[in-house]
């Protein structure tokens, strides 16, 4: 979901104006890869809804509409008919949806295997499989990266190792980057590609709920301070198919697909962490937490031109890592 409207949350302004930044980077990245890979990943423009069920749920609904709106992000405001008259499979006593016009989707797996795709035609060197056992340093600088017995001399490493950041041995503890594993657990429901239930990505109360091309539905996520902890619970998927079928009764007729679990990259304040470190030639590009995907080409993009010109660009500089730094305490 590439969604920095609707997931507008108080407190988060600066991650917002990123997340917008890399919204609007979308489409002619996506454009780019896929003439580059020759594989279609599936930008889909259609627009988000987020809707409510209850009178509860239309005053938590109003509130991130009018700070949303505050922050300039284009909305429409709907009645429950209104929603329902573009997508008529929604519950029929809903109370109310806002429209996002600008939120759109990407298939995160077909993008994984275009960008591999144009990782490789365009020189690089991939090794797949094969866990990074340490980032080498001297001096106070990066010099290599050893890739089981490998060793690889480097410049300038990335560290994008996502919830496994931490684990990459080698690194100074000032080097290691604040984050953690924040487990989710997803499922995917199998529509009739030809005649789908739903065609807008919808943010319910309970779940949120992803139309694919290809027919499957994909419904997300638990959030859970679990660590590494990989297993399906049966509360966690019970939760999950409750709130797709309180927003989306036609479920119960439909196949489940797949479930599995995923880990997020936490930060203390859920959001990235970009940029240099502590260590010369180690750059930072983690703790993305749920918007990963949304953040790619802008986090590319400024990463690109740190590396290669030095340049730090404005949009990444509230995301260093030194914001995390204690402060000095005034001597008595």
């Keep these: 979901m590439l969604a920095a ?7 988060e302004e600066a991650l917002y104006r990123l997340n917008r930044l ?40 109003r509130f991130h509409f009018d700070f949303q709106r505050s922050l ?23 109370a109310a ?81 604040p984050v953690r594993p924040i487990k989710g657990q997803m499922l995917a ?4 590609p030809a005649a789908p239930l739903l065609r807008h990505v919808v943010w319910a109360p309970r779940a949120y709920l992803v139309p694919r091309r290809d027919g499957r539905l994909i419904v997300g996520a638990t959030t859970e301070e679990r660590g590494f902890d990989s297993a399906l619970t049966a509360g966690g998927v019970f939760a999950l198919l409750e709130g797709v079928w309180r927003a989306l009764p036609g479920v119960e007729e439909l196949a489940i697909d797949e479930m599995w679990v995923g880990f997020r990259p936490g930060s203390r304040d859920d959001a990235p962490l970009l940029g240099p470190s502590a260590v010369d030639g180690l750059v930072l590009a983690t703790g993305h937490h749920r918007n990963g995907i949304l953040l790619t080409p802008a986090t590319a993009d400024a990463l690109s031109r740190f590396i290669l010109r030095g340049e730090l660009d404005a949009a990444i500089r509230p995301f260093a890592i030194d914001r995390f730094a204690a402060p000095l305490k005034e001597e008595a």
Excluded: C, K
């Design 5 to 11: 409207g609707i997931e507008a949350e108080p407190g």
């Design 97 to 177: 949806a806002v429209f996002s016009p600008h939120d759109h989707q990407v298939d995160n797996r077909r993008l994984v295997t275009a960008l591999r795709r144009a990782f490789l035609a365009a020189g690089g060197a991939l090794h797949e499989h094969a866990p990074v056992s340490a980032v080498e340093i001297a001096g106070g600088r990066v010099t290599a990266v050893r890739v089981g017995e490998s060793r690889h001399a480097a410049d300038v490493v990335v560290l994008a190792a996502g919830a496994w950041s931490t684990e990459i041995a080698g690194l100074p503890r000032a080097a290691l980057p």
């Design 189 to 192: 429901l199998r529509m009739d």
């Design 22 to 61: 890399s919204q609007e980077l979308w489409p002619g990245f996506a454009a780019a890869l896929e003439t580059a890979s020759g594989i279609a990943v599936d930008y889909r423009g259609e627009g988000t809804l987020a809707i409510a069920l209850t009178r509860d749920d239309v005053a938590q609904l």
């Design 72 to 94: 300039g992000v284009a909305l429409e405001w709907l009645s429950g008919a209104e929603a329902r008259r573009r997508e008529p499979h929604l519950h029929p006593g809903l």
